[in-house]
């Protein structure tokens, strides 16, 4: 196989079978995307066959051209065998008079999944391509299409093929060996904690060298190089792909070590950053965000809803002065975000995408405070410098906002500057660091941090599938609040009904391997709920399982069974946090 990029020119995107599908299917979808007037317009199509206009390719083809690829057989056609297979197969088709067989391209994006919604930075223009198998997925990315155009939004986390899944960093050079890489690897079983190679490294931080002399074994997110974990000198630089415990787990363990007891430090470039000015900012904010906006030098954290209350974002909110907010989350989110801020956008309010200009680290651990302290001349007492506070403050040589919380659940500060100056900031805290013990800590530790203190995550926890009722987001929602906010009458109406399930917490006797997602929750003898993430908690050195239950089956003393690679787990449901259950030292 060769994959060939379609580069800078009209084009069709299309799929075969268009003969299966009747007429008046066809007319149905000519008259939705007419009536939303997208500036593609359809011709005869199987599901969707966009001819995009030179003006309008040319607003977008610095997008267009990096998402969409074709994979092409390069041999004659031979298909005669496969006719004669699909006779044998389905009878029927001997009889049912086929007019046309297309021996033609798949077309495939960087991960192999379509690319439809709406583009962003263009009204009304929609995508559905790279649907490489049209005739299976084709049902799907049409019904998904359709409510999004007719209704506003999916009626279910389509993320996996959103259009927005890849950002403006994208180019043919990238996607070239990516489609390579997933045609070898289609029917390959895939695992979760596997890191694919190819188109590899391509996005860096000024430290991604000293990241590697550190052992930094790293994975991707949105093309950018994240250390997952850092390795010792006698331990492999590869994370063996695996169902059960990798052989990550021991160096995951030191860093959680060093976290808890001394310091450990971590970098916070995979947080999307987003700034929002003017001076109707606060109001916009109000009702663009469920959740309480902060005051001046203040952080909270607030859900984002759609129209129909549920779950598509999870901000931290920091106001750096009356008509300034940062708003920070998931850096793999970011253009699925940026696309529906602006949509909301009104006159006065100015959104920049910071997330590749502001970078930083976070120190972690009851040593953190005196890290800090050593570094810069502001008062970072716990008397003047409270948890939740943000501030601007010189940390060595670079000018910093800091803010006072940390995902790891302990004592922490998120320490940001401008990205030119991360490697000076770099080198401030490493050596203030050493004589308090401080040890670089990746992804993985801090995904097994987070066990600790019952902390979701974006598309684990939290996602479009879910609502705040559901997941105890709810309590983020500021139902007290005047602003008719996007979402309110559907969470209102939610917290009247109450949620059909909720998340809880287990603890799972389990053997060489942890809930990862979706394991089955059995309770007396029937599926009654799901796994919606889970891992290896190694302060508590329990296994630890998030999951969505049906609420008539929920009990405070409930027991269970979680289906881990087909043996049933004996998991009993916990309350307490397993470090820091009152919260004195990350609120200390």
Request: proline letters at 5%; aromatic letters at 12%; charged letters at 20%.
């Amino acid at each position: 196989s060769i994959s060939c990029c379609v580069a800078r020119r009209p084009f069709l995107v299309y799929n075969s079978l268009s003969n299966v599908f009747d007429h008046a299917a066809q007319n149905m979808l000519k008259c939705i995307v007419s009536y939303w007037r997208p500036v593609a317009s359809v011709s005869a199509m199987s599901f969707s066959m966009l001819r995009f206009t030179e003006r309008s390719w040319s607003t977008s083809s610095r997008f267009a051209t990096a998402a969409v690829c074709s994979a092409a057989r390069c041999c004659p056609v031979r298909s005669s065998d496969s006719i004669a297979f699909a006779y044998q197969r389905f009878p029927v088709l001997e009889t049912a008079g086929v007019k046309t067989i297309i021996h033609g391209p798949f077309t495939f994006a960087p991960a192999g999944n379509p690319l439809v919604g709406p583009v962003p930075g263009l009204r009304n223009y929609w995508s559905a391509c790279g649907v490489m198998a049209g005739f299976s997925q084709g049902g799907g990315v049409g019904l998904t299409l359709a409510q999004w155009m007719v209704e506003g939004e999916p009626d279910r986390d389509v993320f996996a093929m959103d259009v927005a899944r890849f950002g403006s960093w994208t180019n043919p050079g990238y996607t070239l060996p990516k489609v390579i890489e997933n045609y070898q690897k289609r029917f390959s079983v895939s695992y979760p904690n596997e890191e694919l190679p190819a188109a590899r490294p391509f996005r860096t931080t000024p430290v991604y060298d000293i990241q590697q002399s550190l052992g930094a074994v790293f994975g991707q997110q949105f093309g950018l190089e994240v250390a997952n974990y850092f390795a010792s000198e006698d331990e492999p630089r590869y994370e063996t792909p695996s169902f059960r415990r990798s052989n990550a787990f021991a160096a995951t363990a030191r860093e959680v070590k060093a976290v808890r007891e001394q310091v450990g430090i971590n970098e916070v470039q995979n947080f999307s950053k987003f700034l929002v000015t003017g001076s109707g900012a606060r109001a916009w904010l109000d009702r663009i965000m469920a959740g309480r906006i902060p005051d001046v030098g203040r952080v909270s954290l607030a859900p984002m809803l759609s129209p129909k209350g549920r779950l598509i974002g999870d901000f931290t909110i920091s106001c750096l002065g009356e008509e300034e907010f940062q708003l920070t989350s998931s850096y793999g989110y970011q253009s699925v975000h940026e696309r529906w801020l602006r949509r909301h956008l009104e006159a006065g309010i100015e959104i920049e995408n910071i997330s590749d200009r502001r970078t930083g680290f976070q120190i972690a651990g009851p040593m953190a405070r005196k890290v800090l302290a050593e570094v810069t001349r502001a008062d970072v007492s716990a008397e003047s410098f409270l948890f939740m506070d943000v501030k601007r403050m010189t940390v060595g040589m670079c000018d910093c906002i800091v803010q006072r919380l940390s995902y790891t659940g302990d004592l922490g500060y998120e320490i940001y500057t401008d990205a030119m100056d991360q490697r000076s900031l770099w080198d401030t805290l490493f050596a203030a660091g050493q004589k308090h013990g401080m040890r670089p800590f990746g992804m993985r530790a801090m995904m097994s941090l987070r066990l600790d203190k019952f902390f979701g995550s974006w598309l684990s926890e939290f996602s479009p599938d879910y609502t705040p009722a559901e997941t105890g987001m709810d309590r983020f929602v500021a139902f007290n609040k005047g602003a008719d906010f996007i979402g309110r009458s559907a969470v209102e109406t939610e917290r009247q009904s109450g949620a059909a399930r909720k998340l809880v917490i287990f603890e799972v006797d389990a053997d060489d391997a942890d809930a990862v997602g979706y394991e089955p929750v059995w309770i007396d003898g029937e599926v009654k709920g799901f796994c919606t993430s889970g891992g290896y908690s190694h302060t508590a050195q329990k296994s630890i399982a998030l999951a969505l239950v049906d609420g008539a089956s929920l009990s405070d003393d409930l027991e269970a069974k979680i289906e881990i690679l087909g043996d049933m787990r004996p998991a009993k449901r916990i309350h307490q946090m397993l470090f820091d259950a009152d919260g004195s030292r990350m609120r200390g």
